[in-house]
Nanobody, 126 residues
Framework: QVQLVESGGGLVHPGGSLTLSCTAS????????VGWFRQVPGKEREAVSC????????YYVDSVKGRFTISRDSAKNTVYLQMDSLKPEDTAVYYC???????????????????WGRGTRITVSS
């Protein structure tokens, strides 16, 4: 399993922006599918955005389409989640997850990922 460390969380006003980073210990990180999930108390963890191995495809949950962008810097073993036009309902703990795949399948379910970070909290509030 790969070790993942998230960073970039914090407090932001509605309409503001944040960029989350997920840095991996594995130099083959571009061969991993990576997902950003979020969880609020009392609710299941949901996939926010995912990126496939070698970035061949991406996924966004409907509620963040047009506002969030997932990207990868292979040289830095890092996947980013750029979050713009943040809303109070984006408040959650955000987790990075990764799984190695030999093909181009894009996982989106929590159970499909084998490595997880500890999470970073985002609060969107005025």
């Amino acid at each position: 399993q790969v070790q993942l460390v998230e960073s970039g969380g914090g407090l932001v006003h509605p309409g503001g922006s944040l960029t989350l980073s997920c840095t991996a210990s594995d130099v083959r990180f571009n061969e991993h599918a990576v997902g950003w999930f979020r969880q609020v108390p009392g609710k299941e963890r949901e996939a926010v955005s995912c990126i496939a191995r070698y970035d061949v495809r991406t996924y966004y949950v409907d509620s963040v389409k047009g506002r969030f962008t997932i990207s990868r810097d292979s040289a830095k073993n890092t996947v980013y989640l750029q979050m713009d036009s943040l809303k109070p309902e984006d408040t959650a703990v955000y987790y990075c997850a990764a799984v190695y795949y030999s093909g181009d399948y894009l996982p989106k379910r929590e159970s499909e990922f084998s490595s997880w970070g500890r999470g970073t909290r985002i609060t969107v509030s005025s």
